[in-house]
């Protein structure tokens, strides 16, 4: 399986001396977890997925929380005032921590995945802030992201500057996410461009038999019913019931252990299960799913679809919902980096893309800024996503969600 992410911003990046994001940044805390940035992270998460089912609330849905989130950290560090305050609420940061607090837990958490390797799969994110040559940045912040920041002149060479950062997207992703940046999305005013790419690469832990794999009805509403290819398999799963969230789940992990998807599975008769299932999803019920005695190793007999699909998202407009529409002002402060103000983002997009099929998952996304009830399952179980259902990615050792979606229609999966 394989998946990746991006986030694309127009502005960002830091530095450091004993006062570069603090008053005082020697009285920083040691970042040991990291954990307050994980718990900012999933609250964002879920915030962002209510935020973009309430503006895609008919289709399908698939994008990487974690990318954008990572890019909103990076806008968060060059941000002051007003605008950092409104970034750090919708990022789910404390007010009790300082700035210096939260970069030591980012740092902490970019080096700790440095030492995550597996010969199971393979999970990579990188940052990269690029700045215009002709823009002031303060020393220390030059310093601090010296592995971060890169100079371009956007203002000589517009279009090369596009293609080297479009370069930058597409050889993180192994070749997944192409053009992030279109033709006219930067032009001889743009100051910075700010990325993350996430890179997620995996195989089923138990993965499904091609001969196996069929045409099926798929039940998008009670009266509407198309076809979807279909992959099946009998084995041992995790698998339950979340009198909660009103839903079947299922845990398909793959290879190594610390990488699952979970599948959200509404009752086949409740026609507004899915939305049910998202308005009771939050911390407390996310954890009754991932927790680690959570769900019952079981035989199960699992049909999942064989899918492709790729979705473009308006980001400033979700952001602009979820209270962090700052960004887009032209009173927004982003002077930490440079030392002034006047510099904002005029726009954000999201692209995603994920491949399933027998062998595990393929996934990219790109973020640019410049944005029940039921009755107890039988001894073997069957597990029949033949109708709407929510997935994510869960990455264990960090407790953060990488990527999720809601699989509604199969009218526009390849």
Known sequence: MLISSIVVAVLAVYGVNSQCLSEDDTKAGLPSTGASLYNGQLNFTLNIFESINQAQPQGNIFFSPYSIYHALLLAYFAAANHTEASIMDALGLSRDETKIDVMNAYK???????LRTSESYEFISANKVYVDSNL??????LKFFQDELEKLNF??????ARLHINEFVYNQTKSNIKDIIPKDGIDSMTKLVLVNAAYFKGVWASRFDSKSTQKEVFYVSADKQTFVTMMKQKGKFNHGISEQLGAHILEMPYKGDNVSMFILLPPFADQ????KVLQRLNPTTLAEVVGKDALLPRQVEVEFPKFTIEKSLPLRSILEMMGVGDLFEPTSDFSWLTGEIGSHFNDATHKAKIRVD???TVAAAATAIFSFRSSRPVEQPQFICNHPFVYFLFDKPTQ???????????KDID
């Open 272 to 275: 507004q299960g899915i939305e």
């Open 400 to 410: 953060t969600i990488t990527f999720m979606g809601v699989f509604r229609d199969p």
């Open 136 to 141: 002031p940045v303060r020393e220390c912040m």
């Open 155 to 160: 203002q000589a060479d517009t279009e090369s």
């Open 108 to 114: 902490f958490d970019q080096f700790m995945r440095t």
């Open 358 to 360: 027998e062998n595990g």
